[in-house]
């Protein structure tokens, strides 16, 4: 079956894309990108010490699940508040003031030693990445050129994604150098501090940018055709989130599953150093940046990318699963890296080449709803089954320890998943565009 394109460009818009470096000459965008790239540092660094610290101090996997289950569910009950504020907002100062509350919070982490503690700093410090990330999101097209977007949207998910490896670098190296897990320790000092710095430096780089002054787009442009006012709900009527939707979704459980188990699997079962673990998560970065690489090299995009991307996540879940030492894991992180980002930035790119500016911040904020969800659901779920399920004795496979079965039943499931929201999706796609051949490559319209 042919594939379906979802997010061509708009009449009248021939110009070639440019490469990174004329991109980055547009100030605004290489400020924000700067600024995402170091905050972004500094998060990857403290979450992978958090997961840490939470598991030496309660040897529990649904402890584990319980950061980013904290981190997410505040999207389920402000989402909708969120993205409708947004939309009256000035997004540089509404990205500015979260930077600065995101800086404030994370500075108190070592202040106690409480596991609660870490709790309520993962559950706050997502309600302001919550109000942060749709008004990023929607201001990127605002800084680049149309025929740009596919790049800049790679950089921006890339400035998230590459910046994994020097993260875990960092934790490795803080906990080589200081030593220790408690909250109070020297290396948690050290990491949490040089976080609250990094929000300090992208609201530095926000802060001069004039392109983002102001409400996204004049008042107008926030009805239908009908003169009703977008609202959050309204996000989930767009054909083109209703296509690439389902797996954002299946990619969240799968990113899910690997975040909640992933150390304990690492550490537990192949008998892996934090050290090796975060060699892991660096290798993960990498394979992040290379996927990236190869969507844009390929030019691919559409729904259909999407759900391919996903298949091919929850196939490596499944097999690395099972892999016998660290070595394996390590190549698995790799394509697990590769394939959950190509996935998630030829998601965003179908929302951003298609989308008006008032209908992107309310898709950009049910996606990442969708994403939070997914993520805190599949994390939850995979973190109890581990800790309440005994050893499992398979007739090929021999005694498997739950981390390993869950793990595997993840990958499986997304995998199985993927294929058959791939079918439904292209069902979706061809009755946006009834004038559609059966067998031609029909585009969603807008």
Same mark, same amino acid.
């Given at each position: 079956?042919?594939?379906a394109?979802?997010g061509a460009?708009?009449?009248?818009?021939?110009r070639?894309?440019?490469?990174?470096r004329t991109?980055?000459?547009?100030?605004?965008?290489?400020r924000? $990108?700067?600024g995402?790239?170091?905050?972004?540092l500094g998060d990857w660094?403290?979450t992978?010490?958090?997961m840490a610290?939470?598991?030496?101090?309660?040897?529990?996997?649904?402890?584990?699940?319980?950061i $980013?289950?904290?981190?997410?569910?505040?999207?389920?009950?402000?989402?909708?508040?969120?993205a409708r504020?947004?939309?009256?907002w000035?997004?540089?100062?509404t990205m500015v003031?979260?930077?600065?509350?995101?800086?404030g919070?994370?500075?108190l982490?070592p202040?106690?030693?409480?596991?609660?503690?870490?709790?309520?700093?993962?559950f706050?410090?997502?309600?302001?990445g919550?109000v942060?990330?749709?008004?990023?999101?929607?201001?990127?097209?605002?800084?680049?050129?149309?025929d740009?977007l596919?790049?800049?949207?790679?950089?921006?998910?890339g400035s998230s994604y590459?910046?994994?490896?020097?993260?875990?670098?960092?934790?490795?190296?803080?906990?080589?150098?200081?030593? %220790?897990?408690? =909250?109070?320790?020297?290396?948690?000092?050290?990491?949490?501090?040089?976080?609250?710095?990094?929000?300090?430096?992208?609201?530095?780089m926000?802060?001069?940018?004039?392109?983002?002054?102001?409400?996204?787009a004049?008042?107008g442009d926030?009805?239908?055709?009908?003169?009703?006012?977008?609202?959050?709900?309204?996000?989930?009527?767009?054909?083109?989130?209703?296509?690439?939707g389902?797996?954002?979704?299946?990619?969240? $459980?799968?990113?899910?599953?690997?975040?909640?188990l992933?150390i304990v699997?690492?550490?537990?079962?192949?008998?892996?150093?934090?050290a090796?673990?975060?060699?892991?998560?660096?290798?993960?970065g990498?394979?992040?940046?290379?996927?990236?690489?190869v $969507?844009e090299?390929s #030019?691919a995009?559409g729904?259909?990318v999407v759900?391919?991307?996903?298949a091919v996540? %929850?196939?490596?879940?499944?097999?690395?699963s099972?892999a016998?030492?660290?070595g394996?894991?390590?190549?698995?992180a790799?394509?697990f890296?590769a394939?959950?980002?190509?996935?998630?930035?030829?998601?965003?790119?179908?929302l951003?080449?298609?989308?008006s500016?008032r209908?992107?911040?309310?898709?950009?904020a049910?996606f990442?709803?969708?994403?939070r969800?997914g993520?805190a659901l599949?994390?939850?779920?995979?973190?109890l089954? =581990?800790?309440?399920?005994?050893r499992?004795h398979?007739?090929?496979l #021999?005694?498997?320890?739950?981390?390993?079965?869950?793990?595997?039943?993840?990958g499986?499931a997304?995998?199985?998943?993927?294929?058959?929201?791939?079918?439904?999706?292209?069902?979706?796609?061809?009755?946006?565009?009834?004038?559609?051949a059966?067998?031609?490559?029909?585009?969603?319209a807008?």
């Open positions: 079956m042919a594939g394109t979802v460009a708009p009449p009248g818009s021939s070639a894309p440019h490469g990174v991109l980055l000459r547009h100030q605004g965008f290489r924000l $990108l700067i995402q790239s170091v905050s972004a660094m403290a992978v010490a958090l610290l939470v598991l030496d101090i309660t040897g529990s996997s649904t402890a584990v699940a319980g $980013l289950v904290l981190r997410l569910a505040p999207a389920a009950l402000a989402g909708p508040l969120a504020a947004i939309r009256k000035d997004r540089r100062r003031a979260m930077d600065g509350l995101r800086a919070i994370v500075v982490v202040m106690v030693h409480a596991v609660w503690w870490v709790f309520v700093w993962a706050v410090l997502e309600l302001a919550l942060f990330l749709p008004a990023r999101d929607a201001a990127v097209p605002d800084l680049t050129h149309f740009d596919p790049l800049a949207n790679g950089l921006v998910l590459g910046t994994i490896p020097l993260g875990a670098g960092a934790f490795v190296l803080f906990s080589a150098l200081l030593g %220790g897990h408690s =909250a109070r320790s020297p290396q948690m000092l050290a990491v949490f501090s040089l976080d609250a710095l990094t929000y300090l430096v992208s609201l530095a926000i802060l001069p940018i004039t392109e983002l002054r102001g409400a996204p004049p008042e926030a009805v239908d055709g009908a003169g009703h006012e977008l609202r959050f709900r309204d996000a989930f009527r767009l054909p083109l989130l209703r296509a690439v389902p797996a954002t979704v299946l990619a969240a $459980l799968g990113i899910g599953s690997l975040f909640s992933g699997f690492v550490r537990d079962v192949l008998g892996a150093s934090n090796e673990f975060g060699v892991l998560v660096i290798l993960f990498a394979g992040a940046a290379a996927g990236l690489g $969507l090299w #030019g995009s729904s259909d759900f391919a991307c996903v996540q %929850g196939a490596v879940i499944a097999v690395m099972l016998p030492g660290i394996p894991a390590f190549l698995g790799a394509g890296g394939s959950t980002a190509a996935a998630l930035a030829a998601a965003m790119s179908v951003q080449e298609k989308l500016d209908e992107r911040i309310v898709a950009f049910a990442h709803v969708l994403i969800a993520l599949s994390a939850l779920a995979t973190g089954a =581990a800790d309440l399920i005994g499992v398979w007739p090929v #021999g005694t498997l320890p739950p981390a390993r079965v869950v793990l595997f039943g993840s499986a997304v995998f199985v998943s993927s294929v058959i929201g791939r079918q439904a999706t292209a069902t979706l796609v061809r009755g946006a565009d009834p004038g559609a059966p067998d031609a490559s029909p585009t969603v807008t």
